[in-house]
């Protein structure tokens, strides 16, 4: 298998109730995540396992678009979110814990290539540092926006 996962955490200012309605609000992802330019829901109803819409980010100046997963879903908790895309796996997992009066945010992204090649393992095993650098900043931006979101909703 070829693949990597990055951990970030952070304190956000903000009980977990209130985090959490900011992670699932997909109606309002532009607004808080700057790098996701769009959002089409393909479900109906509230945020919960089985929910999926179409994700479309820009960075580094390159636009892709997603198929989005809620895998798992415990309010206020946790929540995984997977997808699949050119064989990779995707899973994206955040937990919230309550810390005093505010949340303990960690957020696990990993991608993982069971049926890679050994030309793709070998990329993976070169490219992987450069990759896990870009996915580790992309993270951290990604719980400081989060934060904000969070710490100045109603």
């Known amino acids: 298998m070829a693949g990597h996962s990055i951990t970030v955490s952070g304190t956000v200012a903000a009980r ?3 985090v959490w309605r900011v992670l699932t609000d997909l109606d309002h992802a532009t607004t808080t995540i700057p790098s996701i330019t769009a ?3 393909l479900t109906e109803g509230p945020y919960d396992v089985g929910t999926r ?5 820009t960075m580094l100046g390159r636009t892709e ?3 989005l997963e809620v895998a798992e879903a415990v309010p206020e908790v946790r929540t995984v ?8 796996f995707y899973t994206t997992t955040m937990e919230l814990n309550p810390q005093g009066g505010g949340t303990l945010l960690t957020i696990t992204f990993a991608a993982d290539q069971p049926g890679a090649s050994r030309l793709q393992r070998v ?3 070169v490219m992987g540092p450069l990759g896990a650098a870009f996915t580790r900043r992309m993270l951290r931006r990604e719980l400081e926006e989060i934060r904000i979101a969070a710490t100045n909703a109603d």
């Open 81 to 88: 979110v997977s997808s699949v895309a050119e064989g990779v």
């Open 39 to 41: 959002v089409e829901r």
């Open 53 to 57: 819409w179409r994700e479309t980010r």
């Open 65 to 67: 678009t997603q198929e």
């Open 123 to 125: 990329l993976w095993t």
């Open 16 to 18: 977990p109730e209130r």
